[in-house]
């Protein structure tokens, strides 16, 4: 007998599907250019093309949003939550190590999220070694240059299978 696919109560239950917002903040914009020792070759638009590419593929919508002030990352993060986004993918830049304003945004939306950062942190400047947003995320990416975006998107991805 062929099994028809029917609704289910768990079908109900199941989680909604994955919209995804990655944010940069300050001076991502200038990447192919800025620091490559740090950051890589790759610019801004070569890593929103392949997250794209790549959430297309998994047929999943995919928005990214750069800003260099600090307010208009925070009204993006809370127009986010009236849009039901289900996930961020954040790189806050500098604001990582400053912004208590963009951390209450994020906490507030209540939208869980993975804090991405092209060089390893940790292995820089002192005031580089606190984020803000750690404690708050799913996970950290950090050091790994562009690849981290698309493994972090990669992580969201398979939070839609049964584990
Ligand atoms: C960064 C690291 C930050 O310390 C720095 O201010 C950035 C980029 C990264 O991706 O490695 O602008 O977030």
Do not use: C, W
């Not at 999943?60 to 993060?77: D, K, Y």
Request: aromatic residues 8%; neutral net charge; proline residues 5%.
């Amino acid at each position: 007998m062929s099994k028809k696919k029917t609704t289910s109560s768990s079908d109900m239950n199941a989680p909604p599907p994955i919209k995804l917002l990655v944010l940069h903040g300050p001076n991502l914009n200038l990447l192919g250019t800025r620091e490559p020792e740090y950051y890589g070759l790759a610019t801004l638009a070569d890593i929103n093309m392949a997250l794209s590419h790549r959430a297309a593929t998994a047929g999943v919508v995919l928005e990214t949003f750069q800003s260099n002030h600090e307010g208009a990352l925070i009204e993006r993060v809370q127009a986010a939550s009236e849009q039901r986004f289900t996930y961020f993918i954040i790189n806050p830049a500098a604001f990582t190590h400053t912004s208590v304003a963009l951390r209450d945004a994020i906490a507030a939306s209540q939208i869980p999220f993975i804090e991405v950062h092209l060089s390893n942190v940790h292995a820089r400047e002192s005031f580089r070694h606190h984020s803000y947003f750690s404690d708050l995320a799913i996970g950290v990416i950090s050091g790994l240059g562009s690849k981290g975006y698309l493994l972090a998107l990669e992580y969201l991805l398979s939070q839609r299978e049964p584990s």
